[in-house]
């Protein structure tokens, strides 16, 4: 099982900057994938960038150029910095974890999620 705590949310000015964090503990696997999503009031979740074992990355198209994903196997940590942040930009963001073993998918597993409020 494996335990995902996100970190970094807050409320934060128009054209402001935020780094999200989210730790994972238990048992991970070598080869996972890693995702932020995000959910505002009355939305559905939405996928905002992702991040292979090996560092390849997506990003949505509201997330390109201004969001950068990264992660630090060593700390099972990955990151999620926003810059030029948008008040479109508020909702709960969520962390999200793929395992997988000999290309297949072990499990996934949901971060509780970090508010993000971008407001003058």
């Known amino acids: 099982q494996v335990q995902l705590v996100e970190s970094g949310g807050g409320l934060v000015q128009p054209g402001g900057s935020l780094r999200l964090s989210c730790a994972a503990s238990g048992s991970i696997s070598s080869i996972y994938t890693m995702y932020w999503y995000r959910q505002a009031p009355g939305n559905e979740r939405e996928l905002v960038a992702s991040?292979?074992?090996?560092?390849?990355?997506k990003y949505a198209d509201s997330a390109k150029g201004r969001f950068t994903i990264s992660r630090d196997n060593a700390k099972s940590t990955v990151y999620l910095q926003m810059n030029s942040l948008k008040p479109e930009d508020t909702a709960v963001y969520y962390c999200?974890?793929?395992?997988?073993?000999?290309?297949?998918?072990?499990?996934?597993?949901w971060g509780q999620g970090t508010q993000v409020t971008v407001s003058s």
């Open positions: 991040i292979t074992s090996g560092g390849s990355t």
């Open positions: 999200k974890l793929d395992r997988y073993g000999l290309s297949v998918l072990l499990g996934t597993s």
